[in-house]
């Protein structure tokens, strides 16, 4: 086990997160409970679960922007104190700062670590070509489309190079047709230089066209793991034609045979409190 | 104004401005003729062409310009060290719960007193120079800047602010990034009305007491029973708020390029 140890990039022991009661006199809430993880070096790992069942929590934990009740968190070994630097996160909702261009929400990471301005805008220019964008450097976000906006928010994250990528739904709000899109460029991006993702998502399918392993949690309170499936997909991956895969279709069934009482369970237990 | 712009569709831009100066004209003759027909006492109501012909006499002299210099000077103080002021203590309390939970009813206090009822203070205090008319300015577009700064710091996205964070921003850098571009907006969007209040706090001074200024022309024509000046003042202090207005305006165009606006062109 200890050549694994090494080898994780990102690990969370024994996590738990409790949110306090809502109104006094009951009880708090335990969103996740006792969850262990680990992602290797140049993995690319997806947690699927319900919704509301404690996934981006778990990620805030992961990127040292919430302190776990209880647990903590290794990054490449060493425990996380404050912001995960390692990191760079792409969040769910728009994340951009508005008031500043697309290029000069690139840019804003470099500036942060000192980056000269000239290079930092040399660089935040090489990120929107790769992502297609180097029209728009002067548009602001509220002048780009959703889609422009997620490769935006891509370039940002990326060109600081960080080690793990952690993403929250990314690509939840975009319309099929530019989801496929983002996702094939996403592994493109992922294959040139094989960052080490987190990639959070409640889409089952999605999860196996992008992943090397798939995480499923169970429906919350006291969320945890309750499946661990490896993806033997060959890359280079097309996300569109690995669907088509008779293979793909194996793996679904399998995995969603497991995550279909969970569900269930999630469903009863809302229906239950409404 | 969603009606304006209906009524512009219907009417078109051209037909609609000249109603407009037609009912300004109407509205001007009915106050003649109300006046020459004696159903109103000159005395107390001024006659329209001799308001008129004031006007005129005002800027055709160059008399009225050191007045109009004086009052925009005082506008222009108390609206800049009024906003530096509120941007400064909004994001200051805005960042700090312990300090705003321990100010906030002295602010409300302060914000809820009729602060007019100061220029006389403020005169003893200052004098009867520009000092004081910035000084009650000043109390008027600090509230308005400060409680927009406050509300733009508490409103910030947190998503935005979690990202920028994962992104290395320091606490200084995210004041810089984030808070204060936030609250720039807010500021903005209460322009209009910290700079018409910047501009109520230099009149009222002035007319309150002062020895320039356009108040001070109102002040001293009330003194002489010439209520013909009294209305020419007003109608020039109505010239130059809706000119300033304007000016606020075009600021704002160059300034918020990052917002989306109802209606524009991308
Ligand atoms: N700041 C918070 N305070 C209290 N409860 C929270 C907070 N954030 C999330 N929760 C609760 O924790 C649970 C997990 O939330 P979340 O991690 O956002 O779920 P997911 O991302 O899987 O949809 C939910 O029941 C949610 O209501
Ligand atoms: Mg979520």
Avoid at chain 2, 9 to 18: F, I, K, V
Wanted: with cysteine; proline share 5%.
């Amino acid at each position: 086990m200890s050549s694994t140890e090494v080898e994780a990039v990102l690990s969370l022991d024994r996590v738990t997160v409790a949110w306090p009661a809502p109104r006094k006199g009951e009880s708090e809430y335990v969103a996740v409970e006792d969850v262990s993880l680990e992602v290797g070096r140049g993995e690319f790992l997806s947690v699927v679960g319900p919704t509301g069942c404690g996934k981006s929590t778990l990620l805030n934990v992961a990127a040292g922007l919430l302190a776990p009740s209880a647990g903590s968190v290794l990054v490449s070994g060493e425990r996380l104190q404050g912001i995960n630097r390692r990191a760079g996160y792409l969040f769910q909702g728009e994340a951009l700062m508005p008031w500043r261009s697309a290029r000069e929400n690139v840019e804003a990471g470099l500036l942060f670590a000192g980056v000269a301005p000239r290079a930092a805008r040399e660089r935040a220019e090489a990120w929107l070509a790769r992502v297609g964008l180097s029209r728009f450097g002067d548009s602001y976000p509220h002048q780009l489309s959703g889609g422009m906006r997620k490769r935006v928010a891509l370039a940002q994250t990326l060109v600081l190079e960080p080690r793990i990528l952690l993403m929250d739904e990314p690509f939840s709000a975009l319309d099929v047709q530019t989801r496929q899109l983002m996702e094939n460029e996403l592994l493109e991006l992922w294959s040139s230089d094989r960052r080490s993702v987190v990639f959070i998502t409640h889409d089952l399918e999605e999860a196996i066209a992008l992943s090397d392993r798939v995480v499923l949690l169970s429906a919350g309170p006291r969320t945890r793991p309750i499946g661990d499936f490896r993806i033997d997909l060959p890359r280079p991956r097309d996300v569109a034609e690995i669907r088509a895969s008779p293979r793909f279709s194996e793996l679904h069934v399998h995995i969603w045979r497991a995550l279909r009482a969970e569900v269930l369970r999630a469903y009863a237990q809302s229906e239950g409190r409404a | 104004m969603p009606r304006a712009k209906a009524a512009h569709r219907e009417l078109g831009p051209a037909a609609l401005l000249a109603l407009r100066v037609l009912l300004l004209v109407a509205i001007f003759f009915l106050w003649y003729g109300l006046v020459t027909l004696r159903f109103l006492p000159a005395f107390f109501f001024g006659r329209p062409f001799v308001v008129l012909e004031r006007v005129g006499q005002w800027f055709a002299s160059g008399k009225i310009y050191p007045h109009l210099g004086v009052t925009l000077i005082e506008t222009v103080l108390a609206f800049a060290a009024g906003t530096l002021l509120g941007v400064a203590a909004g994001l200051w309390l805005g960042l700090r719960a312990m300090a705003s939970a321990l100010l906030e009813p002295y602010i409300k206090a302060a914000n809820a007193m009729p602060r007019v009822i100061l220029a006389p203070i403020f005169a003893v205090w200052f004098g009867l120079g520009i000092a004081s008319k910035v000084a009650l300015g000043v109390t008027l577009v600090f509230f308005i800047v400060f409680f927009n700064v406050y509300q733009g710091v508490r409103e910030v996205s947190p998503t935005v602010l979690a990202s920028v964070r994962m992104l290395g921003a320091s606490p200084r850098q995210l004041v810089r990034y984030v808070y204060l571009p936030s609250a720039t907006s807010w500021v903005f969007s209460s322009l209009h009305t910290s700079v018409g209040m910047a501009f109520v706090g230099a009149v009222v001074g002035e007319y309150l007491g002062s020895a320039a200024g356009v108040g001070y022309l109102i002040l001293q024509a009330e003194g002489s029973f010439d209520i013909d000046t009294v209305f020419a003042g007003i109608l020039v202090l109505t010239g130059f708020a809706l000119l300033l207005d304007y000016v606020v305006t075009v600021i704002e165009r160059r300034l918020l390029v990052w917002m989306p606006r109802a209606g524009r062109r991308e």
